[in-house]
C-alpha cells in the first residue's frame, strides 16, 4: 500500500510550526507496513488544497491530510472536501455533545464557531477526537482512502491510534517493512561509502541502503521490505553482524542511541563512573550525558572551569603549567582531566579546553584548536583537533568528539583487562 500525506497550513510554508505530524505518521506507517511516497505541504488555498488531493489520488492508495479544520474562517478543508467529494455538510448531534462536554470541562462558554464543528460532510465516516473539538473524516474513492485530521499533533496522534490504524490493520496489508539504523563515527561519507562498498553490493535486492550524514555522524540505515517478517530481519541482524567486523571501531550504537547512551550504558553495565573538566564547551558535556534518564548512576558531575583561576583552583592544574605552555594545551587537559577524576572520584573524567570562537585565535593556535583529554585507571589520553571558526558547531563537535574518545578509550581498558 502506497501513501502520500498533505499538510495544510500557511504556518508550516513561512516557516512558523515544523511539521512534525509526518515524521510521526511515516514511522508509524512503516511499523503497518504501508510505504510513504511523498510529503506534501500546501497553502490554506482553496485551489492549492484540491489540486493536491486531486494529484494524490493519481498515485497512493492512502491519502493522509492534516490541518484547517478548525473553527475560525481561514480553515477551509471541511469545505474543500465537501466539494471534491461532490457532497454537503450536515449536523452531527453527537459531535456537538462532545464538544460541548470537551469545553465545559476546559470552562469555556460554547459559541457558534465551536457549533459549527459538528458540521461535517454527510459522505465521510466520523473518526471521533477524544482530546479535541475537531472530528476526523474518512472517505473512499475509486479505490483510494482519504483521511482528513486536524494538524494539532497531539489531536492529530489520538484519531491516527484509536480510529484509522484500527481500520487499515483490517485491509490485512500484507508487506512488511523493516528498519534498522547503524550509527557510525570517525568516517566521513564518502571515505564509509569506500570502505563498505562489497557488503552494500552484495545486500540481498529486498534490502536497501540509506546513507544519512549529519555534523557527527553517519547513519547508515538497512530498510528491508517483503512478506516474511522474521526473514526479512534475521537478514538484517546479520548483515550488521557482517558490516561490524568491516568497520569495528566505527559503529558506536544503533537506532535510537547517542553517544551519551552508549557511554552510559558501558559504565553502568560494569560499575565505573566518569565525571567532567569543562572549559571551551561550556557544560555541553555534563548536559548532553545527564539528558539521559539514570545518569545519576554513573555521572559524578562535573565542572566548567572557563578562567584559567578556576581551572588550578578547582581542579588542581598548577598554574606553571598554564602559564608556560597556554590554557589550550596537552599538559593543561591532562592535568583537567585528571584533577576531575580526583575531585570527584569518578573511574573516568573527560577534560576539553580550546578556542570555541569566533575570535581569541593565533597563529599558533587558531579558532578551532580543541585539546581533549580522558583520564581512567590506567592513565590519561590525550589529543588536539582542529575544527572550523563556527562557535556553535565547534561545541558540538568537541561534545561529541570527546564522549567517543572515552568510548574508546572505555573500550581499550576492557579489552586489556580480559
Not at 580526583?342 to 578551532?368: C, F, Q, R
Request: proline share 3%; charged share 20%.
Amino acid at each position: 500500500m502506497k501513501a502520500e500525506l498533505i499538510t495544510i497550513g500557511d504556518e508550516i510554508l513561512i516557516g512558523q510550526i515544523v511539521d512534525t505530524n509526518s515524521a510521526w505518521m511515516g514511522q508509524q506507517l512503516n511499523l503497518l507496513g504501508i510505504e510513504v511516497f511523498q510529503v506534501t505541504s500546501v497553502h490554506d488555498n482553496h485551489d492549492h488544497i484540491l489540486k493536491a488531493i486531486y494529484e494524490a489520488e493519481q498515485n497512493a492508495d492512502l491519502v493522509l491530510i492534516t490541518g484547517g479544520l478548525g473553527p475560525t474562517k481561514d480553515d477551509i478543508t471541511k469545505k474543500c472536501l465537501c466539494e471534491y467529494f461532490n457532497t454537503e455538510l450536515v449536523f452531527h448531534p453527537e459531535v456537538l455533545v462532545h464538544v460541548q462536554s470537551l469545553l465545559s470541562s476546559r470552562n469555556v462558554v460554547i459559541n457558534e464557531l465551536n457549533r459549527d464543528q459538528a458540521l461535517l460532510p454527510a459522505s465521510c465516516t466520523v473518526l471521533h477526537n477524544s482530546v479535541g473539538t475537531a472530528s476526523g473524516m474518512w472517505f473512499e474513492r475509486n479505490n483510494t482512502i482519504f483521511v482528513s485530521m486536524p494538524g494539532v499533533p497531539f489531536e492529530m496522534e489520538a484519531i491516527m491510534l484509536e480510529e484509522v490504524f484500527p481500520r487499515l490493520t483490517k485491509l490485512r496489508i500484507t508487506q512488511n517493512i523493516v528498519h534498522r539504523t547503524v550509527l557510525t563515527i570517525g568516517l566521513p561519507e564518502s571515505m564509509l561509502a569506500e570502505k563498505i562498498e562489497k557488503w552494500e553490493s552484495a545486500l540481498p535486492a529486498f534490502i536497501k541502503l540509506a546513507y544519512l550524514p549529519s555534523q557527527m555522524m553517519v547513519r547508515l540505515r538497512l530498510s528491508g521490505y517483503g512478506t516474511d517478517k522474521t526473514l526479512i530481519e534475521a537478514e538484517i541482524i546479520k548483515q550488521i553482524d557482517e558490516l561490524i567486523t568491516i568497520i569495528p571501531e566505527n559503529i558506536f550504537g544503533f537506532d535510537d542511541d547517542n553517544l551519551g547512551i552508549v557511554v552510559g550504558r558501558m559504565l553502568k553495565e560494569s560499575g565505573q563512573t566518569m565525571a567532567v573538566a569543562e572549559s571551551c564547551t561550556g557544560g555541553s558535556i555534563a548536559q548532553f550525558i545527564t539528558s539521559n534518564s539514570g545518569s545519576s548512576a554513573y555521572f559524578k558531575g562535573g565542572v566548567v572551569a572557563y578562567s584559567n583561576k578556576i581551572k588550578s583552583k578547582l581542579l588542581n592544574v598548577p598554574s606553571e603549567l598554564i602559564e608556560t605552555y597556554g590554557a589550550v594545551s596537552q599538559q593543561v587537559a591532562e592535568a583537567m582531566a585528571i584533577g576531575a577524576q580526583n575531585a570527584l572520584n569518578a573511574t573516568y573524567s573527560i577534560a576539553t579546553t580550546g578556542i570555541a570562537g569566533p575570535d581569541g585565535g593565533s597563529v599558533e593556535k587558531p579558532v578551532g584548536t580543541v585539546w581533549i583529554a580522558v583520564a581512567g585507571p590506567s592513565g590519561v589520553k590525550s589529543k588536539m583537533y582542529c575544527f572550523k571558526h563556527n562557535r556553535e558547531r565547534n561545541i558540538i563537535r568537541t561534545t561529541h568528539t570527546a564522549l567517543n574518545l572515552l568510548r574508546t578509550f572505555i573500550l581499550t581498558e576492557n579489552s586489556a583487562s580480559k
